[in-house]
């Protein structure tokens, strides 16, 4: 079966300027994270979503990162005034539900290149 | 504080050797465990996971991990290495009481031919 898809793959913006990223889960499943990796680090969590509402969004660095999943399924990661500090892999992942033991599966990521 | 270390940046290894990558953790409470791989532009795949129960974890690939609570560790491991086995490794953790993965800074393990 299909895996996460994540659009675009890259992503090159100017300092200043709104993107949008977007994720599609597999399908069936009810939880959706999106983490941030930077060059030579492993990712970080930013937000987490059970169905429709963020469960836990602590990893949001500041308040020009946003994310909504209107309907339960596609996400979308949204970043105001973009910076150069920016700059990263943006990964999206998803899991059948909110178990614990439920493995997260990743999407091929976003590359973000902020100029 | 949860975090998990991969105190080697690189691990080099020639075909069919053994191979370990080295993984540790500090987390309050059970600790649940994954590894993950990352080859060149692409996503991280899913290799295996510590829940509970016994502590040699098979996996994905030919890949095993073993969980040892005395010294906190869940190192991977493989028998005999491949050259596709050339990757980037991250070991995570959850917390016990939440649901977002803890990474590591990844090993990056080089199998000579």
């Given at each position: 079966?299909?895996?996460?898809?994540?659009?675009?793959?890259?992503?090159?913006?100017?300092?200043?300027?709104?993107?949008?990223?977007?994720?599609?889960?597999?399908?069936?499943?009810?939880?959706?994270?999106?983490?941030?990796?930077?060059?030579?680090?492993?990712?970080?969590?930013?937000?987490?979503?059970?169905?429709?509402?963020?469960?836990?969004?602590?990893?949001?660095?500041n308040?020009?990162?946003?994310?909504?999943?209107?309907?339960?399924?596609?996400?979308?990661?949204?970043i105001?005034?973009?910076?150069?500090?920016?700059?990263?892999?943006?990964?999206?992942?998803?899991?059948?539900?909110s178990?614990?033991?439920?493995?997260q599966?990743?999407?091929?990521?976003?590359r973000?290149?902020?100029? | 504080?949860?975090?998990?270390?991969?105190?080697?940046?690189?691990?080099?290894?020639?075909?069919?050797?053994?191979?370990?990558?080295k993984?540790?953790?500090?987390?309050?409470?059970?600790?649940?465990?994954?590894?993950?791989?990352?080859?060149?532009?692409?996503?991280?795949?899913?290799?295996?996971?510590?829940?509970?129960?016994?502590?040699?974890?098979?996996?994905?690939?030919?890949?095993?991990?073993?969980?040892?609570?005395?010294?906190?560790?869940?190192?991977?491991?493989?028998?005999?290495?491949?050259?596709?086995?050339?990757?980037?490794?991250?070991?995570?953790?959850?917390?016990?009481?939440?649901?977002?993965?803890?990474?590591?800074?990844?090993?990056?393990?080089?199998?000579?031919?």
């Open positions: 079966g299909a895996g996460v898809s994540q659009t675009p793959s890259n992503k090159v913006t100017e300092k200043g300027k709104y993107v949008e990223l977007r994720c599609d889960p597999i399908s069936g499943h009810t939880a959706l994270y999106w983490y941030r990796q930077s060059l030579g680090q492993g990712p970080e969590f930013l937000i987490y979503f059970q169905g429709t509402g963020a469960a836990d969004d602590s990893g949001l660095p308040d020009r990162f946003f994310a909504v999943r209107p309907e339960g399924s596609v996400s979308t990661l949204k105001q005034r973009t910076e150069r500090g920016d700059s990263a892999v943006y990964l999206c992942a998803s899991s059948r539900g178990g614990r033991t439920d493995t599966y990743f999407g091929p990521g976003t973000l290149t902020v100029l | 504080a949860q975090s998990v270390a991969q105190p080697e940046d690189q691990v080099n290894v020639a075909e069919g050797n053994p191979l370990t990558v993984c540790t953790y500090s987390v309050s409470g059970n600790p649940y465990l994954f590894w993950y791989v990352q080859y060149p532009n692409r996503g991280l795949q899913f290799l295996l996971k510590y829940i509970t129960g016994d502590n040699l974890v098979k996996g994905s690939y030919g890949f095993e991990a073993e969980f040892n609570k005395s010294q906190t560790s869940f190192h991977l491991k493989k028998p005999s290495a491949l050259v596709s086995d050339s990757a980037l490794y991250f070991c995570a953790v959850l917390k016990s009481s939440g649901d977002k993965l803890t990474f590591g800074t990844g090993t990056r393990l080089a199998v000579r031919p």
